[in-house]
C-alpha cells in the first residue's frame, strides 16, 4: 500500500492545481484508482475497478500540456521515444499514455505536437501475483503472461522479479525495462539487473551476452526484432518470462512467440467476468487462482 | 615645509582614490565579462546534455559546475527550482537585453524535443556571444581609459603644486 500511496502522491504532484482539487473531491485517496484521466475540453475521469468515475470537471490543453511536462521531469526531450509511442514514464513507474496531434514522418510519428489526452496508470504491487506461474519458470520453463491491457501484466512480472531476484531465491534475474515500469517499487537487496530504458531486443541480447541470466523478464513483446531476440534468449539456455496482449487464449497460442516453440506456459490475467476457460487440448489449464480482483489461468504446453 | 608635506600627502590621498575607482570600474567590468562567459558555459553543457545524452535537465544541472554561477548563488537554485526561477532569484551584472536572452531561453527549455532544444541553446549562445563580443571590445577602451585617469589626475596634481 505504501508503493500505491506514493505513486498516488506523485500523480497529484503532476496534475494542475485545478485538477487535483477536483479529483481529490471525488472522495478517492488512491485506493482502487487504477488510472487518472485528462481529457482538453473532454471530462476527467477516475478509473476505479475498471468503472469511469466522473471529476466533474474538463482540462484544458495548456492543462495538459503543463501535467506532462511535470511528468517529464521538466524535459520533455528525455522522453522522445516514448512520446512518439505514446507514452510518458514518469518517476516511480507511473506510466501516461498520451493522445494529441502527431507530426508524421515517412509512416512513422516524429513528434507529437499537441497533447490532448493524458492518462495516468498508477502502478501498485500485489504480493502473490506471480505465485501461479513461478514454479514452472524455477523448473527453467519459459513463460507469456498475457491479458488485454490494464488487466496486471506488469505487475504479475513485477512480483515476479522481487520474489525470484529476492533473498530465498537469489536467481540471476535480467529484466529489461523499457518503459521504466518493472523497477518501480522494487527495493532491497535483489540479485537482479536492470536495463532501464534499452530497447527490448537491445536489452535481451545484452543481458544474454554479458550478465548470463538465470530468467530474463521483459514486457510487451511484439514485432519481429523481439521475436528474433528471443529465438537467441532461448537458444542461450535462458528461462523467459514476458508479456504480450491478448484477448483470449485463443489468441494468445496464435501468437508468433508460441508458434516458434519459445514458450511452454501461457499465463492469462483475467477479470472475473471473462469466459470461464475455454478448452485447448495441446494447452489445458494445470493451475488456476484469484490474486486480488484477477483470475490467473495457467497452460501447459503438452 | 610643512604646508609642502600636507600637499604632498593630500595629492597621494586623491591620487589613490582615482587609482581606486579606476580599479573598481576595471574591476565591475571585467565581473560582468566573467558572468557572461559563465552563462555561455552552462548554455554549452546544457545544449550538449541534451544532444548527445537527452539527459533530463535535473542531471545536467547537478552534474554542472561554475565559481561565478556559485557565487552569486544562481547555481544552487538552478538545482532546486530550475533556471526560470533560478534567473529571476539572482542578482546579475548582465545587461537587460542579455537577460531578456537569458529568461527567454529558461522559459522555453525543457518544454520541446531535441531538435528545438538544442536549437533553442545555439540561438541563445551566438546572441549572448555575440554580447560578449562587443563587451570584451567596449571593455578594453573603457578599461584603457580607467588607467589612464590616475595618471592625468597625478599630471594634474604636479602642475598645480608647481
Redesign the interface.
Known sequence: MAEKDNAWERAMDCLPERIRRAVLQTGRDGRGVEEIRLRAGGLCTLTVSGRNISCGVTASADEIAAAAEKLCGGSLYAHADGIREGVITGAGGIRAGIAGTASAEGGGVRSVRAMTSLCLRLPHRIPGAADPVLPFVMRGESALVWSPPGMGKTTVLREAAAVLAGPDEMRRVAVVDTRLELGAGLDGPLTADFYTGWPRAAGMEAAVRTMSPQILICDELYGAGDCTAMERVRSAGVAALCSIHAVSAEEAVRHPLIRAGLFTVLCGVLSPRHASSVELPEWPVVREAVCGARRVEVRRHG | MGEVLVRCFGAVLLLAAAAGWGFCEIRDGRRHIFELEAVLDLIRAVREG?DRL?????EIYAAYENPVLRESGFLTLLREK?MAEAVEGTEWRLSPEELAVLRDLASRL?????E??TALCRYAGDRLEDALEKRRTDEDGRARLWRSIPLLAALSLILLLL
Open positions: 541534451i537527452s539527459a533530463p535537465l535535473s530550475g525543457g518544454r520541446g524535443f531535441r528545438e532544444q
